[in-house]
């Protein structure tokens, strides 16, 4: 499995705040993308990168902006956390070069926003 | 657009018993189809994937899909489950190119009984 990392894993905050979610990957892979789980709605796609400075928006991403200046970090804020934002976010790196390549997914980061 | 549907939110199954879960999907191309599975407070591991080839592919632990495309599924199996095989599982469907986007089901939450 590609070498994703997320971080915080855990974090609460309060309606208001900005909050960002760091996700790092070793495997030089082009791509990256962020993910939140809510029950009931699988994983849903916020926003993906295809390369540095190259990203674009998923289904879900009201609310939510990325970054990334370096092909290994890949970067969710939310401006504002709203309560609807509780949810827990999975990073994904892919390397985008082979056919038979899938998504490789970190720990997840779960965060509560009250 | 593409969707994937995962008809069962829950499924209960005695350890020894034989083991489907279902999964239909819609999307414009050849699709490129994939399981994991979740552990509680896990993240997402790969179980299988098909891309191309035989319909009937292997997976890790045990596992098997089948592709079917006239009836738009690729429904999940195993022989013979095992107690540590309880967890949440999702289909995804997704393409290569165009930043390989996943698409995925709401999951089915599998409960071994001993």
């Known amino acids: 499995d590609a070498g994703i990392t997320q971080s915080p894993r855990h974090k609460v905050t309060e309606t208001g705040t900005p909050v960002t979610l760091r996700c790092h990957q070793t495997e030089n892979h082009r791509y990256m993308y962020w993910y939140r789980q809510d029950p009931g709605h699988g994983l849903r796609l916020i926003h993906y990168s295809y390369g540095v400075k190259d990203t674009d928006k998923g289904e879900v991403s009201d609310g939510y902006s990325v970054s990334r200046s370096k092909t290994e970090d890949f970067l969710l804020t939310l401006e504002s956390a709203t309560s609807s934002q509780t949810s827990v976010y999975f990073c994904?790196?892919?390397?985008?070069?082979?056919?038979?390549?899938?998504?490789?997914f970190g720990p997840g980061t779960r965060l509560t926003v009250l | 657009a593409q969707s994937v549907t995962q008809p069962d939110i829950h499924i209960t199954v005695s350890e020894g018993a034989s083991l489907e879960l279902r999964c239909n999907y819609s999307y414009g191309a050849t699709p490129y189809l994939f399981w994991y599975v979740q552990s509680p407070g896990q993240g997402l591991q790969l179980l299988l994937k098909?891309?191309?080839?035989?319909?009937l592919v292997q997976g890790i632990k045990g596992f098997e899909a089948e592709f079917k495309r006239s009836q738009s599924s690729f429904n999940l199996r195993k022989p013979s489950v095992h107690w540590s095989d309880a967890a949440e599982y999702f289909c995804?469907?997704?393409?290569?190119?165009?930043?390989?986007?996943?698409?995925f089901g709401t999951g089915t939450r599998l409960q071994v009984t001993l």
């Open positions: 098909y891309f191309s080839g035989d319909t």
């Open positions: 995804a469907v997704g393409g290569f190119g165009t930043a390989s986007k996943l698409t």
């Open positions: 994904a790196s892919y390397s985008g070069t082979r056919e038979s390549d899938t998504q490789y």
